[in-house]
Every structure is written in structure tokens, then in C-alpha cells.
């Protein structure tokens, strides 16, 4: 079955520090999204993408977060500086146009201390 | 805008005995509306999906859900609950021709020998 593979899958760091999330979509899937979940507020939709360009990330604290795909097989979330607030579990997902519906990656578990 | 209510943060049912997890929507517009399922430390994973045409769907696991307009209303059902169904269950909405989808808070279902 073809996955969505996210790296890495746990992540400690320390306040301040730069964290970079990275996820592989679907090969053929144009559409790659990124939720956060949390146990206060639930999935939370960050960004997404068509077509490698940004379409939405109004979700997404500006000044700390920032996304991008660098090309088709590569989406990347990072947050620059880390607050012990990020921490929670960060989900990339890929989907098309001719299949609603996404498949999620199993997730990074992010936490700042 | 477009939202989703999950009634019931938690239900509890015996094995063998039936699902129901309920989940209300609301748009402005024809909705496409979905079920995912949530294993621990995974990510979710697409159960059905609702897309315009039968209002009645089945999906994966022997789980289905009925699209009634005129309650606003997406539940999903399996007739007999087995060990393995114990997950948390998302509900979410997207609005037709669109592709950004909001997740209901979910629901934890527990299943009891």
C-alpha cells in the first residue's frame, strides 16, 4: 500500500531550539496538508498545499512556523524558535482531486521542554 | 463557514452490540463529508466517504454512515462491535469541489467483552 511517510516520528528539544518536520506524500497525490492534534484543541489544520504552492496556511502562527515544498516528494514544517507550546503531534497527509478523502502519515510526536 | 459536531466524546458499547457514533454537521453549501478512524500512535485512516452520490455508504471494517439532508446529520454505524473497533473516530467536512476539510473533536469508542 503506498504510504505517506513522515520523519521523525518523536522529536525532544529544547525551548528556542529549530525543529524541522518532514513528510513524503503520496506519489501522484498534488494536495499535501499539515494538522497538528492536540489533546485541548483536536486536529488543527496548519497549511496546505496544491501543486507544490502554498494555498491556505492561515492556521499557522506566522512568526515561528513556516512550510514549504521544496518539490513533489517533499513537504517540510519547521518551527523557529520552539515553545514547550508546540508540543503535540504534527500529521502530514496527501490527497487528489479525484479521490476525496486523505491518507495520513503516522505522525511526529514534537515536544519542547 | 463550515463545521462538524461530534455528539459524545466517549461511547461505550459491549462486543457484539451496535455502533452508533453521531456527528452533525453544518455549510452553507452540498458538503462532502467523511469518517476516519484513529489507532494509538497512528494516524487516521479513512473508514467512508460521502461524495453526492448514495446516501448511504459503507466503508471499510463493516462500518457505514447515512447522509440525512434534513438533519444535518452523517452517523456512523457497524452492527456488531468487535475488540478491534476500539479507536477514536473523527468525523470531518469538506464542501463540495473543495478539498480543505475541518475534523470534528472525535469520539473514543470503547468496547467491552
Known amino acids: 500500500d503506498a504510504r505517506v511517510t513522515q520523519t521523525p516520528r518523536h522529536k525532544v528539544t529544547e525551548m528556542g531550539q529549530e525543529v524541522t518536520m518532514r513528510c513524503q506524500p503520496i506519489l501522484g497525490h498534488n494536495t499535501v496538508f499539515w494538522y497538528r492534534q492536540t489533546m485541548m484543541q483536536g486536529l488543527e489544520l496548519l497549511a496546505y498545499f496544491r501543486n507544490r504552492a502554498p494555498l491556505d496556511d492561515s492556521g499557522m502562527p506566522k512568526d515561528r512556523f513556516s512550510a514549504e515544498m521544496p518539490d513533489a516528494t517533499l513537504a517540510t514544517l519547521k518551527i523557529q524558535p520552539s515553545e514547550p507550546r508546540d508540543s503535540a503531534v504534527y500529521f502530514c497527509?496527501?490527497?487528489?482531486?479525484?479521490?476525496?478523502?486523505?491518507?495520513f502519515g503516522s505522525g511526529t510526536r514534537l515536544t519542547v521542554v | 463557514a463550515q463545521s462538524v459536531t461530534q455528539l459524545g466524546s466517549h461511547v461505550s458499547v459491549s462486543e457484539g452490540a451496535l455502533v452508533l457514533l453521531r456527528c452533525n454537521y453544518s455549510s452553507s453549501v452540498p458538503p462532502y463529508l467523511f469518517w476516519y478512524v484513529q489507532y494509538p500512535n497512528q494516524g487516521l485512516q479513512l473508514l467512508l466517504k460521502y461524495t453526492s452520490a448514495a446516501t448511504l455508504v459503507k466503508g471499510i471494517n463493516g462500518f457505514e454512515a447515512e447522509f440525512k439532508k434534513s438533519e444535518t446529520s452523517f452517523h456512523l454505524t457497524k452492527p456488531s462491535a468487535h475488540m478491534s473497533d476500539a479507536a477514536e473516530y473523527f468525523c470531518?467536512?469538506?464542501?463540495?469541489?473543495?478539498?480543505?476539510?475541518?475534523f470534528g473533536a472525535g469520539t473514543r469508542l470503547f468496547v467491552k467483552a
Open positions: 497527509a496527501s490527497g487528489d482531486r479525484l479521490n476525496y478523502g486523505y491518507t
Open positions: 470531518a467536512v469538506s464542501l463540495t469541489g473543495g478539498f480543505k476539510t475541518i
